[in-house]
């Protein structure tokens, strides 16, 4: 198995890509298959959520480019602003994970938020999309305090 241990910025064409849902993308460490076919150790710091378009590298210099997993979502589109902005405080205040786009909510599918939301006044619709949400207000690599 062949372990990627850190994150690089690198530019160059990447050796593989590694296509992986939201739940994997949070998960430190795990096994997985590349488009590939190669087996692969994902060994990260814990706490560390891989971005769609991170690159994962190893000490050989392998790199493997992260993609995130088509999903099913619930999409709400909204042109109000006070209404969105409710959508998002009632989801945000249950911790849902949220993709916010313009005029664009997204969320991993779930019924029961799906209901509260109708019941705001909003319509929801499910899709198979890529999922990338919001990192959060904390989320940062790099801790000047």
């Given at each position: ?11 160059e064409t990447p050796d593989d890509t590694l ?29 560390h959520t891989l971005r769609h378009g991170a ?91």
């Open positions: 198995m062949l372990k990627l241990t850190e994150t690089t910025n690198t530019k296509t992986l849902p939201y739940d994997a993308r949070q998960k430190s460490r795990q096994p997985a298959t590349t488009q590939g076919g190669i087996q692969v150790g994902v060994f990260l710091p814990r706490g690159v994962l590298t190893n000490s050989q210099g392998f790199k493997v480019r992260v993609e995130a997993a088509p999903e099913a979502l619930s999409t709400v589109k909204c042109d109000e602003p006070l209404l969105f902005a409710r959508a998002c405080y009632h989801l945000g205040n249950r911790h849902v994970a949220l993709q916010i786009l313009p005029g664009e909510l997204r969320f991993l599918t779930d019924h029961v938020l799906d209901q509260m939301l109708i019941g705001l006044g909003l319509t929801v619709e499910h899709q198979t999309l890529p999922f990338q949400p919001e990192a959060g207000a904390y989320h940062s690599h790099s801790h000047g305090h």
